[in-house]
T-cell receptor, first 120, second 111 residues
């Protein structure tokens, strides 16, 4: 199993350019996430998808769009990149255990290797 | 007040030492707690879950104090390979997947 894969690993964009970050998981997980990690800020949730066909905003969704193409793939799109979007982007997936919504159970997030994005 | 707070460190300790990290959380409705490890320029990986009764995995011990709203991680007999950043992670339950990461505590184990 490859786990969670992300492409590209590195990217340099000019302000105003667009790009799509790709993420795929082969663990048959329902939930997938996009985070950004900045120095001193920790990981912040951009968007998440609880299941195929659903997406929801996280803490910092502005400037991003997502698509849950199927159960395996969850892409993140920057329509018009800005220098403030320079960051490391991580995709993650998890399996929500039965009873989670009632506060039972635990679930682990598995992360991809990350995409380092520089916007000039 | 941040939702999850950690001392950023760095903690510089000699090999063989015992080191402890604390993490406080602000939302009393928090349901699940974890410690993740992140090596430099790598992705976070689960180190261990934290249970109310406390749990141990080899040299690592995690504790949860719901009354005081903090969790701790104790590493005994530190190895050079333990050098990493340790992230405290808190999940809320109930209809919305709310996951909050701490900013991490950096550990450097010195020969």
């Amino acid at each position: 199993n490859a786990g969670v894969t992300q492409t590209p690993k590195f990217q340099v964009l000019k302000t105003g350019q667009s790009m799509t970050l790709q993420c795929a998981q082969d663990m048959n997980h329902n939930s997938m996430y996009w985070y950004r990690q900045d120095p001193g800020m920790g990981l912040r949730l951009i968007y998440y998808s609880a299941s195929e066909g659903t997406t929801d905003k996280g803490e910092v969704p502005n400037g991003y769009n997502v698509s849950r193409l199927n159960k395996r793939e969850f892409s993140l799109r920057l329509e018009s990149a800005a220098p403030s979007q320079t960051s490391v982007y991580f995709c993650a997936s998890s399996e929500v255990l039965q009873g989670w919504l009632q506060g039972e159970g635990q679930e682990t997030q598995y992360f991809g290797p990350g995409t380092r994005l520089l916007v000039l | 007040r941040k939702e999850v707070e950690q001392d950023p460190g760095p903690f510089n300790v000699p090999e063989g030492a015992t080191v402890a990290f604390n993490c406080t959380y602000s939302n009393s409705a928090s349901q699940s707690f974890f410690w993740y490890r992140q090596d430099c320029r790598k992705e976070p990986k689960l180190l261990m879950s934290v249970y109310s009764s406390g749990n141990e995995d080899g040299r690592f011990t995690a504790q949860l104090n719901r009354a005081s709203q903090y969790i701790s991680l104790l590493i005994r007999d530190s190895k050079l390979s333990d050098s990493a950043t340790y992230l405290c992670v808190v999940h809320l339950a109930g209809g919305y997947q709310k996951v909050t990461f701490g900013t991490g505590t950096k550990l450097q184990v010195i020969p």
